[in-house]
């Protein structure tokens, strides 16, 4: 490779207090990898294929270190990251950096290639980073930097084994010492309020669809926006003071929903104080910004008043009323480029150091008040600095769209670590028909599942849709999210994607593609599931061996039909939103 660093037009270029020089890379890396380091560079070989990088300030201090590495681009086919709508296009080198902080973003990225391959995949150490990918057109090489102050590590994975597992093992490497411990309750299914109520919440329309919800297997309710207020016009004016005015006497309430066998989770605008709330006179001067469209303010966690007063609201949800998790919204608002200088009552210099002190102490309540308590996350704050604090992380909101909803699940999954992942929340016309309700559900079949519909109108065939595909969640929990998890085409959206777990895999067709059944795709398998969100029912089945005793279900759950066939050329029909089980004979 030739070093035409000077060569590149760079627009967005940011200011570094060194030009990246050129580091010699080990061996193995030579020819397929071009390093240049601004700072004291250190490189260490982990791996086939891995190696991990260090670049700290030369004189010790806070300076901007930067490291940059270039591959040759050949048999790519897209550029994966972590956030909305990331994944697909090769950018060009000269395309604005992504700004990655504790509140927006992870620090990772992928190159990946024909075949699902890892052509170069890379995550850093710092949670926040600015971070660049792109195509340089003079040499046809695709170029990564990462810059940060002072001192940071890169790990750069050009190994070529599935992008998805190299993935798994950067986050591993971010798991680290971070003490994560997620309830079993987490990675259960669970309704959801907001589109099925929006803020219109009462104690009754609570109870019965949490009722109606343990019938078809959802273990837990998520009451969302509205319960701290009677007003139903929207916007977050009334948040703030968190008194349940839409839930009296809370705690009866909340243990009648316990009295279900369900568990309960409450939601809180975290960042924001409104005009219309009682605190807003003595918080409303700690403004981090000026959210004047939303009728509130985001309060500044830098202050230990903010703090104090925010921690007290939501820990005293599990303390007095008995919940069992929050769900903490808006975590991405305090991601601000530029905040104001703090001001003499702050105890923290930067905002990130307050939004940790500010999460720390509500999950430190939660747990000791209850140590099986939950709490929900939600993208684009998939931050690994955030671990500590949450249970589960869900896709950002894209109501009735299901193929959104897939990957943003499963962009979410790859480098979820420890965290359980949830979808959007499914919603529904009422006339929707129940293969479409069974496709919903597969395309979030490798997250947990939350139901936002109101399930007092479901028609029989439509309910037994719905608890058909929870009761299959359910039953292969360990294999859809603890399992090996391999995503096919990411520049496709995911048109395929298959879970290994321990004797049983788990495969979710989206597209009319074969199913492979032997070893090399499907893993050592007793049992083989194949879900079937295609309209095209023939599922082929490829290079496995030998025959399989087949059972095919429909949407609703209902045996349609037994054979036995051949695990290399057999054709199966799978209706849409069907379940195809296959079992070695």
């Known amino acids: 490779m030739t070093d035409t660093s000077e060569e590149i037009w760079e627009p967005h270029a940011p200011a570094t207090t060194a030009r990246p020089r050129r580091v010699d ?66 950018p060009a080198s000269w395309s604005a950096p992504r700004r990655v902080g504790l509140s927006r973003g992870a620090p990772v990225a992928a190159l990946v290639g024909t075949g699902d391959t890892t052509v170069c995949a890379f995550a850093a150490d710092r949670e926040e980073v600015l971070a660049s990918g792109g195509v340089v057109e003079e040499t046809g090489e695709f170029r990564f930097w990462v810059q940060a102050a002072g001192r940071l590590t890169v790990r750069i994975d050009t190994s070529g084994r599935h992008f998805g597992r190299s993935l798994a093992e950067l986050a591993g490497w971010w798991a680290g010492d971070r003490p994560v411990h997620v309830p079993d309750a987490a990675r259960l299914p669970a309704y ?125 949800a599990v303390e007095e009323w008995g919940m069992d998790g929050l769900k903490v919204d808006f975590v991405d608002w305090f991601g601000v480029q530029d905040p104001p200088a703090p001001g003499p009552e702050a105890d923290c210099a930067t905002v990130d150091e307050g939004l940790h002190l500010l999460l720390a102490g509500i999950r430190r309540r939660t747990a000791a008040a209850a140590p099986e308590s939950m709490i929900e996350h939600r993208q684009p704050y998939v931050s690994p600095g955030l671990w500590p604090y949450a249970t589960m992380v869900r896709a950002v909101d894209c109501p009735l769209s299901p193929q959104e909803n897939r990957q943003r699940v499963l962009d979410t999954r ?72 391999r995503p096919a085409r990411p ?36 049992t083989l599931l194949v879900a079937n969100a295609d309209a095209d029912p023939g599922v082929r089945l490829t290079g496995g061996r030998g025959t399989a005793e087949a059972t095919v279900q429909d949407a609703r759950g209902r045996t349609v039909g037994t054979s036995t066939v051949h695990l290399d050329g057999g054709l199966v029909d799978v209706p849409r939103g069907g379940l195809l089980t296959l079992r070695r004979v």
Request: hydrophobic residues 45%.
């Open 25 to 90: 890379v080990p061996a193995p890396f030579a020819g397929r990898l071009e390093l240049l380091v601004a700072g004291t560079a250190t490189v260490d070989v982990l791996a086939e294929g891995v190696v991990e990088v260090t670049a700290e300030d030369p004189d010790g201090g806070t300076g901007d270190v930067r490291i940059e590495w270039r591959v040759p681009c050949v048999d790519v086919t897209s550029f994966w990251t972590p956030e909305p709508r990331g994944t697909g296009w090769l």
């Open 192 to 316: 959801s309020t907001w589109y099925a109520l929006h803020q219109n919440i009462t104690p009754e329309s609570v109870e019965r669809q949490a009722a109606l919800g343990k019938e078809l297997g959802l273990d837990t309710i998520i009451v969302d926006d509205g319960w701290m207020t009677t007003d139903r016009t929207r916007g977050y004016a009334h948040c703030g003071d968190w008194e349940p005015h839409s839930l009296p006497d809370t705690a009866a309430h909340v243990a009648r929903v316990h009295g279900l066998g369900v568990q309960y989770m409450l939601w809180y605008a975290l960042p924001f104080v409104g005009k219309d709330s009682a605190a807003w006179a003595e918080l409303s001067r700690y403004a981090l910004v000026d959210a004047a469209h939303m009728g509130a303010v985001v309060v500044d966690p830098r202050y230990p008043a903010v703090r104090a007063h925010l921690v007290d609201r939501l820990a005293r």
């Open 414 to 485: 790859l480098i979820a670590g420890p965290l359980a992942v949830h979808s959007d929340m499914l919603m529904w016309h009422p006339a929707e028909p129940v293969e479409q309700i069974a496709c919903h559900l597969i395309n979030v079949l490798f997250g947990v599942p939350q139901i936002s519909v109101d399930l007092a109108v479901q028609s029989p065939a439509q309910r037994e849709a719905l608890a058909f595909w929870l009761g299959v969640s359910r039953a292969h929990v360990d294999t859809l999210q603890l399992g090996e998890f």
């Open 491 to 526: 520049d496709l959206g995911y048109p395929m994607a298959v879970a290994v777990g321990d004797g049983t895999t788990v495969v979710a067709r989206y597209a009319a593609l074969p199913v492979a059944t032997g070893t090399d795709g499907a893993g050592e398998w007793r």
